[in-house]
């Protein structure tokens, strides 16, 4: 079953206490170890903020199954974060569970590749959830040409009008690629029509990342 058909992920947003950056970035690195025993775990990301007050980091991660991502959260990984949050934390993990729409993976080692990325959180109106849903569908055409974008998620948070972007780049490069690229020219050009707040848009530095294809 090719990447494509991924359809739950989680996104795990964590608080580092000030004097724990270092630390956080060290468990993340552990957690890379830990997921390659998790065969339903599919694609899994361990990110930092850039240029972030507070110091926040985040985990990305998806399943082709509501048993895949229970799995994951009852796995060592999850244990490892909840055993080790008061002590890197400032406050506790939010976990957010979603649904996959929309993706484009690249094949091969794309994981080796991956430096950077972008994590974009969208309100739709109450009266545009379905037409923003379909928009990111038809941005998922525009990135399916984007040769520096290898990987890209089109999310949402439940049955709610939240969405979500998360895709990642090799390097800043593709990365700027993307952000005067047609697909983001696009949502900006809608975000009046569709999105009751702007787009909450942060950079990512990608700490450790497996993607399984």
Known sequence: MPSSEVSHALFVTLVAKGDKVDAVSTFLGAGYDLVQAEPETIQWFGVQYADHTPPTFAIFDTFRTEAGRAAHLSGKVAEALMAN???LLSEGP???SLNVFGNKVTGGNTAAGLSVGLRVFLTAK?????ALRE???GELKLVQAEPTTPVWYALQFGDSNKFAIVDFFANEEGRNAHLNGK???????????LLATPPDIV???VVAASVKV
């Open 85 to 87: 949050a008061a002590t």
């Open 183 to 193: 697909a983001a020219k696009e949502l900006f050009a809608h975000a009046d029509e």
């Open 135 to 137: 928009f990111l569908l």
């Open 203 to 205: 950079k990512l530095n």
């Open 126 to 130: 109450p009266d545009k959830v379905q």
């Open 94 to 96: 939010d976990i957010a």
